[in-house]
């Protein structure tokens, strides 16, 4: 019990720990049934959370979670700038949306209000939604034009308004007529403000019926609580340094994320000094917006069981070099960030903390791969009957499901940073776009391979229906196309790229059901710009595969027939990835077959002919010092392989170096025939029996990447 809540009845402390949860999740009820937009009600791009009188993180709930803590140095910067004059009142409402102080980009527009209680501020309430359009170059607000953050469209550090529960005309109507689409931006707004009126008289209620006083302990209390919980989870971990890398492939702005995670004790810091400097085009990251990014997948992933709230984000700390591209300078343009460097910040947070958990023995089985690795967001936009409309189909949030150790991704699960969210229908989008769905189904070989599994990915095709003069415009802000972001674990492979294909048609009657009905033709690889869709004219995309979970050769052969069964995996793939002969007759597995098959591609990997006892795995008793699923630091010091027992590096030595490493071009199993960035997939393979411990991606100057693990702290569950 904290000095907080010790003077608070535990069962009254429990109580309020939910209604102050429920808060938030009755505040998200009400954003939703007000929006107009799909993305906010169907897919929730959007965060509410309550804050502290100071501007602490009191409870965030679901949504996107890099806004939950960005959105207190929003609350922050407000109550500095408005505190002493213009002031903060009883019933004002705020308006906030700059990414240099807090927000991530323009278009998520954060709409804070002050909560009194007895005549003096108690609390903020918060919220964001991504805006159908806020002004910039580019129509809805990513801008694939933009040359510096002038060209993204309407910025504030805080406008109030709303005064004294009346609403400022003046400045809202001139923010409307900064926007391409005004009636749905009002809309988009006005759910913002009922969303925070649910919560004040939630809160307000509470203040009530418990005194603030109480209130306010159980807040404190619950942070402090968390901060508990986080720092003695933190203390479950090995203490060392890991280390994780993505590269960005958009033409023009190629770079990298890369990132070190240094653990100790109850404290976790990333170091993101290998980083590129900051590029020309718009997936730069603020400093807060990589604060915000790398906690996403904190708060699921180690605080699956903990209030998120301020406490969660004290053990951590960023360091993000000035200038870099995940710390940029004003006026760099940020306006892709969200779908460009942020969710590779979540990608490489994502490998590392499952890195940590996968070193132990109590968490092991909460490891996972990267699920998505990249959106496929298309802005569309144009005009329907004389009106102007701008959106966002929600394909995007459907996003394929990490391996993970137990068990296949999901497919078509969704995303870490967003726990809640999800694809539209496909009427829905007809509904309120000018267009028409040809075909959305699952993709073949998309999911990485692994001893489990990466979720397969999904492919989608539309064209223009019943716009006006047959014309539609998109903005394109995509990557991943060349460069794999769904990354493996514990010898688990990347999942499939993302493809975008234009197809330019005259026949507007003609609607193929399937990416091979439309013909070979010559389709255009739009995936950055701004471009148009004329009648006939068809947008194709693929999006990525979640990532792999272990040596694919360790999957069970009943496993990848039931895979080829049911469409999830091609018999080519099924022999060259997992070593599975099915026999054309029975259309069963050829168990002699297979067997040869694995053995055989274990002496490929290492170059020498191995027996049989290679592919059957031993019991090889834990040491408590577990690095991932195949490999443990011995008592003396020396790593051994977990699968054939063999003790192959020695004390001192890094483990890659005494692996035999494969290295070879990424080829990516859909899409681009040739790697953008010339990228390796640099394979780690156990010296005796050729069980695969990495796949990494890496270019030839940045080569192997090592780990370090210092300590593991007591032992958990060993098994022996």
């Known amino acids: 019990m904290t000095d907080a809540t010790a003077q608070v009845d535990p069962f009254v402390f429990q109580i309020l720990r939910h209604k102050l949860y429920n808060v938030t999740a009755e505040a998200t009820a009400a954003l939703k049934n007000v929006s107009g937009t799909p993305y906010t009600n169907v897919a929730h791009d959007m965060m509410v959370a309550l804050y ?89 607000g990513f801008c694939p034009n933009a040359t510096d953050c002038f060209d993204e469209g309407f910025m504030s550090k805080g406008l109030k308004i709303v005064e004294g529960g009346k609403v400022r005309t003046d400045i809202v109507d001139t923010f409307l007529n900064m926007v391409r689409d005004p009636g749905m931006v009002a809309l988009d707004l006005r759910s913002q403000m009922a969303a925070n009126h649910v919560a004040k008289e939630r809160v307000l209620k509470l203040y009530r019926d418990y005194g603030y006083d109480t209130v306010d302990r159980v807040a404190n209390g619950l942070i402090d609580q968390s901060e508990a919980l986080m720092r003695e989870r933190l203390r479950e971990l090995p203490d060392g340094q890991w280390r994780a890398c993505e590269y960005i492939d958009v033409p023009g702005a190629e770079c990298k994320v890369e990132v070190v995670a240094i653990k100790k004790g109850a404290r976790l810091e990333y170091d993101f000094s290998g980083s590129s400097d900051q590029v020309p085009l718009a997936i730069n990251c603020s400093y807060w917006a990589t604060w915000g990014a790398m906690l996403a997948p904190v708060f699921p992933l180690l605080g699956w069981d903990v209030m998120w709230n301020e406490g969660v984000t004290r053990p951590l700390e960023v360091i993000a070099p000035e200038g870099s591209v995940v710390n940029c300078r004003r006026p760099a343009p940020v306006s892709v960030a969200t779908v460009g460097t942020v969710i590779s910040i979540n990608n490489v947070s994502t490998t590392l903390i499952n890195k940590m958990l996968g070193a132990t023995e109590k968490y092991k089985d909460r490891v996972t791969a990267v699920w998505r690795g990249t959106g496929t967001r298309l802005q569309i936009y144009g005009t329907s009957q004389g009106q102007y409309f701008t959106t966002m189909l929600t394909d995007s949030w459907c996003g394929s499901g990490g391996a993970t150790a137990f068990a296949d991704g999901i497919e078509l699960g969704g995303e870490i940073p967003n726990v809640v969210s999800a694809m539209g229908n496909v009427e829905l989008h007809e509904l ?8 959305r189904r699952v993709v073949r070989d998309s999911g990485g391979p692994g001893r489990f599994r990466g979720g397969v990915s999904h492919e989608y095709g539309f064209t223009p229906h019943r716009a006006d003069n047959d014309t539609m415009g998109i903005v394109a802000t995509g990557k991943g196309t060349q460069s794999p ?20 048609r005259d026949d507007a009657t003609d609607l193929p059901a399937s990416l091979e009905a439309i013909g070979s033709g010559n389709p255009e690889g739009l995936s950055w710009g701004n471009f148009q869709l004329s009648g006939g004219d068809i947008q194709h995309v693929t999006a990525m595969g979640g990532g792999g979970y272990g040596d694919p050769l360790e999957r069970s052969p009943e496993a990848v027939l039931a895979d080829v069964s049911g469409g999830f995996v091609s018999e080519n793939a099924a022999r060259e990835q ?12 050829d168990a002699a077959a297979t067997t040869a098959a694995r053995l055989r591609m274990r002496s490929e990997r290492i170059g020498r002919v191995l027996d049989e006892s290679a592919a059957v795995r031993r019991e090889v008793p834990s040491t408590a010092m577990r690095i ?41 199993p859909i899409g681009a025939p040739e790697t953008f960035l010339e990228l390796n997939l640099t394979e780690s393979f156990c010296p005796s029996c050729a069980t695969l411990f990495e796949v990494e991606v890496s270019t030839d100057a940045d080569g192997v990447r090592h780990d370090s693990i210092r300590s593991w702290p007591a032992p958990y569950d060993i098994q022996s």
């Open 578 to 589: 997992y070593g599975v002969l099915i026999d054309p007759q029975t259309q069963e597995v």
């Open 432 to 439: 309120h776009s000018p267009l028409v769905y040809l075909y």
């Open 52 to 140: 502290t009188a100071d501007g602490k993180l009191a409870a965030g709930g679901v949504g996107y979670a890099h806004h939950i803590p960005t959105a207190a140095q929003a609350v922050k910067h407000l109550i500095a700038s408005f505190s002493d004059d213009p002031g903060i009142e009883e019933d004002d409402i705020f308006f906030f949306n700059d990414p240099y102080l807090g927000a991530i980009h323009a278009p998520d527009v954060y709409i804070v209000s002050p909560i009194f209680f007895e005549g003096s501020l108690r609390a903020f309430f918060a919220n964001f939604v991504h805006v159908a359009d806020i002004g910039a170059i580019d129509p809805g």
């Open 628 to 668: 991932n699923e195949y490999l443990q630091r011995t008592d003396g010091g020396g790593t051994q392989c977990t699968w054939c027992g063999t003790e192959f590096a020695a004390p001192g030595i890094p483990w890659k170096e005494a692996t035999v490493l494969r290295r070879s071009p990424v080829k990516p």
């Open 485 to 504: 972001m769904a990354l493996g674990i514990s010898g688990g492979y990347p999942g499939c790229n993302v493809r975008y294909l234009t197809f330019r």
